[in-house]
T-cell receptor, first 115, second 113 residues
Framework: DTEVTQTPKHLVMGMTNKKSLKCEQHMGHRAMYWYKQKAKKPPELMFVYSYEKLSINESVPSRFSPECPNSSLLNLHLHALQPEDSALYLC??????????????FGPGTRLLVL | GQQLNQSPQSMFIQEGEDVSMNCTSSSIFNTWLWYKQDPGEGPVLLIALYKAGELTSNGRLTAQFGITRKDSFLNISASIPSDVGIYFCAGQRHTGANSKLTFGKGITLSVRP
């Protein structure tokens, strides 16, 4: 099973709203990721959590706040977003292989529209 | 940031034809991954390659990890309409806490019935 789940599937929010995106994986993966993807572009990395600790923040604005409550869950808290933040937000997880290498598996994404 | 070189941006083929896609880099990668993405969905892993020279198949798909570690290709044989989508290559240099993927710009594949 290589399933990463994300909720909600779609989200519409105003610029003054606070909302959260949720991601879950039960593969025992040690790393979880948030990506932002614009139409017909590759995913852009936002945050990486390794063993529940934030290991990479790609200079993301503070209106995006990640949280990793436990090894299976990853949240992205949204506050005071701008219309240009509208995008597909993807979660991924990965585990280092004993034979070397590491593969990321993506969730289905949350389509966010900021009005 | 750095991107892998994937071109052309779009490919149009006839159903039943084979198609090959290339991904190149000026830097060495230790893992090469190929993903397919349908509109509004997340990327789905097609093939993962972990060793230089490795050739791996997944049904009608075959991918190879270049011997120089700077390139990879994906072949799709006997294409069918459901092969339509965007194909991304991705490379990874490090595992562990600093693990990051570098993506190509993607190739949009259209299959004419």
């Amino acid at each position: 099973d290589t399933e990463v789940t994300q909720t909600p599937k779609h989200l519409v929010m105003g610029m003054t709203n606070k909302k959260s995106l949720k991601c879950e994986q039960h593969m025992g993966h040690r790393a979880m990721y948030w990506y932002k993807q614009k139409a017909k572009k590759p995913p852009e990395l936002m945050f990486v959590y390794s063993y529940e600790k934030l290991s990479i923040n790609e200079s993301v604005p503070s209106r995006f706040s990640p949280e990793c409550p436990n090894s299976s869950l990853l949240n992205l808290h949204l506050h005071a977003l701008q219309p240009e933040d509208s995008a597909l937000y993807l979660c991924a997880s990965s585990q280092v292989r004993t034979s070397g290498g590491e593969t990321q598996y993506f969730g289905p994404g949350t389509r966010l529209l900021v009005l | 940031g750095q991107q892998l070189n994937q071109s052309p941006q779009s490919m149009f083929i006839q159903e039943g034809e084979d198609v090959s896609m290339n991904c190149t880099s000026s830097s060495i990668f230790n893992t090469w991954l190929w993903y397919k993405q349908d509109p509004g969905e997340g990327p789905v892993l097609l093939i993962a390659l972990y060793k230089a020279g490795e050739l791996t198949s997944n049904g009608r798909l075959t991918a190879q990890f270049g011997i120089t570690r700077k390139d990879s290709f994906l072949n799709i044989s006997a294409s069918i309409p459901s092969d339509v989508g965007i194909y991304f290559c991705a490379g990874q240099r490090h595992t562990g806490a600093n693990s990051k993927l570098t993506f190509g710009k993607g190739i949009t594949l259209s299959v004419r019935p």
